[in-house]
């Protein structure tokens, strides 16, 4: 595969660039370019570059409108609720944040509630600025059906990721974002182009039967991660992220979706909370106890420390040339 | 095995006699009866009168005050605090969960940090008296370190269960109560005894080795549901029940208890949602609509509705003979 070198500033201004030229006001493209920017620092390449070809589809179908302007609603102390009116997350996000962080801080336990976004990206950034702040992060969002219930042959769940961050002030918070899908489509299909099986519980294939052919799965539906108890996982995933905003669940978001090949409209709910005041002062020394304690087990990797030790390098990095021509051809 | 037939109030007539005789007051004792009648009720039976013996041995070596009066801290108008004291956890939840309810119907989400407890009961009961309301529960709890982090041979966490709750007006509530550890140490041990394996996952040997002979697996640490992924989520609720709350953390829980066969001391962790407020009240249909969508495929089972298919038989119960002798022993 052939590679392009791209300082992190290069790679910011190319996002920013082609939201730009593709209808998005300054303030949608930069919170894009952003996002974009921080997941190719921290060498998560398939939330970058990768995605600006469906961003840019669902700007030029007119589904997503790049020059929202979202709205707040304090609704209470607690509670704030962002409509995106049509935008990507990020914008969203960029609003929402600072003022769940806010609120957290006042009162010790708010809720961002997002309603009218397109979310194609990673959720970390959002528990992550969180995590930044002194504060515990969870954040979930639903998507379109591919994962069907333990017990079911059917797709409802969307792969519903949910995402916790812990501060650990001192070192990167400890955080994590997965999807609630055993495995996610693009890595079964890629099994299938290299003739890899997949683990028992990955899917089932077009007749509902268990499969461990990802060629087979790929024409069935995928499997929630941990069989019944996952399945619960992404249950709460899917309530909290449409039934607690009221936005649209991952069956709703399909039959409403124009199929651009960008993401549909959907909710996300973000919890922030603050161990200062739920815990008091002295949480610091009792967690970091904890986690040294974790960090000591032989074969244990903190979750979010790999995205960490990438983001410490602020040199260059090295992209897919002919995906930075695909893009340079979107401007 | 032979059974006798006790009314739902001989249940609870029982367990609080024999609470009051082991040195607990009327609050304390009824608080435990509550909860041994309540999941008896539900066929819930590991969580009923199974566990007074070991309620009994907490007591009389004086690990658990049977006497001990929980005082509420008020933190902020979204925090309640409260310290059991040394008080078994039911009668700390019996004065935390009204005050949660009502900051929860207020301002829409908050967040009940119970220190000071021992918890030997499902969890099940504190996220449905938030469900009955019209709110939202999410409880967990942390325990004695039995379970391996993902990738590590030692026992970090507890069998960490986690609860979540979901109104759903007309009908029960969605609530499902697991532990995040593949399988309870009990099930473990039942499957020695019975001769059959467990499922790969379940948990490692002696040695670190990973095993389905449940007699290996019973002299060296059970596995987190699912892998890396509920290793996750295992660790999220060590963080919320131990971090959060300030209280011990599952290792240093095992390093303060005295080892007399009842819980260690522990908090928990439990925040309550009001969809009324967050998504607005059109949410009912919203909601009932995907949970009729997700009961019409076939094979889903909606969590919880087992134990209140059960709950609708007012009539006698049927308990092991020998369980109730033993705990008329005890009174």
New interface residues.
């Given amino acids: 595969m052939s590679m392009v070198t791209l300082e992190l500033d290069d790679i910011y201004q190319l996002a920013y660039d082609v939201m730009l030229a593709n209808g998005c006001d300054r303030d949608n493209a930069a919170a894009l370019a952003d996002i974009i920017c921080r997941a190719e620092r921290d060498g998560s390449h398939s939330h970058g570059l990768f995605r600006v070809p469906g961003y840019v589809k669902a700007l030029r179908s007119g589904k997503v409108d790049g020059k929202a302007k979202p709205t707040v609603k304090h ?5 704030i ?1 962002i409509d995106g009116n049509g935008c990507f997350a990020p914008l969203a996000q960029a609003v929402g944040l600072p003022l769940l962080a806010d609120a957290t801080g ?6 961002l ?1 997002l309603v009218g976004i397109h979310h194609f990206a990673a959720l970390w950034p959002e528990t992550e600025y969180l995590a930044d702040r002194g504060f ?1 992060g ?1 954040a979930c969002t639903a998507y379109m059906p591919m994962v ?7 797709a ?1 769940f969307g792969t519903n990721p949910i995402s ?1 961050a ?1 501060p650990r002030p001192g070192h990167g918070p ?1 955080v ?1 974002d ?1 999807a ?1 899908a055993a495995m996610a489509m693009g890595d079964v299909q890629i099994a299938a182009r290299d003739g890899h099986d997949v683990p028992p519980g990955t899917g089932l294939d077009a007749d509902g039967n268990p499969s461990t052919d990802p060629a087979a799965i790929a024409k069935g539906v995928l499997l929630p ?3 019944y ?2 399945s ?2 992404a ?2 995933v ?3 992220a ?5 936005e649209q ?1 991952s ?1 709703e978001a399909r039959a409403t979706d124009n199929k651009d090949g960008g993401p549909p409209r959907g909710g996300e709910m973000i ?1 922030g ?1 603050s ?1 200062d ?4 002062p ?2 610091q020394d ?2 970091e106890a ?1 986690m040294q ?2 960090t000591s ?5 903190m ?1 979010g420390a790999r995205r960490h030790k990438n983001r410490l390098d602020t040199g260059p990095r090295q992209i897919n040339a002919a995906l930075v021509d695909t893009i340079k051809e979107l401007v």
């Fill in positions: 609704v209470t102390p607690a509670v609720q006042k009162i010790g336990i708010a809720a509630s515990v969870l069907a219930p333990a017990g079911s042959k059917e409802l916790f812990w400890v994590y997965m609630t991660f941990g069989g108890k996952g619960a996982i249950l709460m899917e309530l909290l449409a039934g607690l905003t009221g669940f069956y919890i909370m161990p005041i739920i815990a008091g002295n949480w009792h967690v904890f304690k974790m087990l032989d074969g244990v990797r979750p």
